[in-house]
């Protein structure tokens, strides 16, 4: 401790091997200045190598965002945010705690409390697959040694499949029930058009008028969001393999033609190749939320069990392997799926009723 020509004492200290000053009044004010840095120091150092989850998963993400697109780092964000967000021991969330720190039971009260509100099986363990990834990127840079998560089970999936309820092929009888009671809808065009081409929504709203020759739709992009949740035409398919060519049918043409007519009467503005075809009803970029509300309405007006636009994707699937029993390559890639696995995997129930269909129909000669 020593006395300053203006009159303030200074204090000189080390902290690992590193030297610092504080200066006060009094001695009584360098004690305490010599306190608070001292905390100060030994905050950051807990910071930087027992971060919280939250300052752990923002380290986590910057890492990521160069290499994973805006709309992957929102989504997972929103899985991060309902643990993080969950109370977890003396009014601490789990976001709160060390990351260090965290054990199997907070895990554990983590996958408790997000049942306890009434989410899904699928979203738990989705939320939660999550949350051991983050663990095991700690791993690999060495921030934690152990992933708690490895001790927890996933929940049994207690809910009907979505491709039995909400993403289920309509029947024949449903899909003409549908379109009958949407003849008064802005978007009945946009229902067509999915049933008949197989497309995804996002896919089908990125759509563009430049996109479209004498013999093709050309899928190239797909309506995404950015990390702030702004809707936008993306630069890419949603997969290397969503980028393909469906043949352009008769039928899709004439749908395309009532849409830009449509259009025209809606905004008044001439067609522009650059602007998608498949708008809002306000002239904006469609939107999934607007487009599933639009279809719940018609449902609830037609008495059918509810379900989303994916429907209109698997209806599609089924319809054609329902006519095209053998075509499931075609299919696959018309679909846009990476693997004809995939499709099969998806369809199987389908091509069940096919081959029970077939044998009933097969004669044997005796």
């Known amino acids: 401790m020593k006395k300053r020509n203006d009159t303030r004492y200074q204090k000189n200290f080390r902290f690992q091997g590193k030297r610092y000053s504080v200066y006060g009044r009094s001695l009584k004010e360098v004690e305490i200045k010599k306190a608070k840095k001292l905390q100060e120091l030994q905050e950051c150092i807990v910071n930087r190598e027992n971060p919280t989850m939250n300052t752990y998963y923002e380290i986590f993400t910057e890492r990521r965002r160069d290499s994973i697109k805006e709309s992957t780092i929102r989504g997972q964000k929103s899985q991060f945010n309902k643990c993080a967000n969950v109370p977890i021991i003396n009014g601490k969330t789990f976001g709160e705690l060390r990351i260090r720190d965290v054990k199997a039971s907070d895990i554990q009260a983590v996958q408790t409390a997000l049942k306890g509100l009434g989410n899904s099986t699928r979203t738990i363990n989705d939320a939660l697959h999550h949350i051991s990834h983050v663990f ?25 499949p979505a491709r039995e309820t909400k993403h289920r092929s309509l029947t024949k009888e449903e899909t003409a029930l549908f379109l009958e009671t949407a003849a008064d809808s802005y978007y009945l065009n946009a229902f067509k058009f999915m ?85 809002s009803s306000k002239g904006e970029i469609l939107r999934e939320y607007t487009f599933n509300r639009e279809i719940k309405r018609i449902t609830q007006l037609c008495g059918i069990e509810k379900f989303t636009s994916h429907a209109f994707r698997a209806t599609f699937a089924t319809r054609f392997i329902e006519q095209r029993s053998g075509d499931y390559k075609i299919l696959s890639e018309i679909l846009g799926h990476s693997d004809v696995k995939i499709t099969l995997n998806l369809y199987t129930h389908v091509m069940d009723e096919a081959k029970i269909k077939a044998m009933q129909e097969l004669e044997i000669a005796f």
């Open 195 to 279: 049933l008949c081409t197989g497309m995804r929504l996002g896919e089908m709203t990125a759509l563009l008028r430049s996109d479209i020759d004498s013999k093709y739709i050309h899928i190239s992009k797909t309506i995404t969001r950015n990390e702030d949740g702004a809707y936008l035409i993306g630069d890419s398919a949603k997969t290397y393999d969503s980028h393909r060519d469906i043949p352009l049918t008769n039928q899709a043409r004439s749908i395309i033609y009532d849409q830009l007519q449509l259009n025209s009467i809606m905004f008044g503005n001439i067609i522009d190749p650059n602007k998608p075809i498949f708008l």
């Open 136 to 160: 095991n990127e700690a791993i690999k840079d060495r921030t934690v040694s152990y992933n708690p998560c490895i001790a927890i089970n996933s929940l049994r999936r207690t809910e009907r």
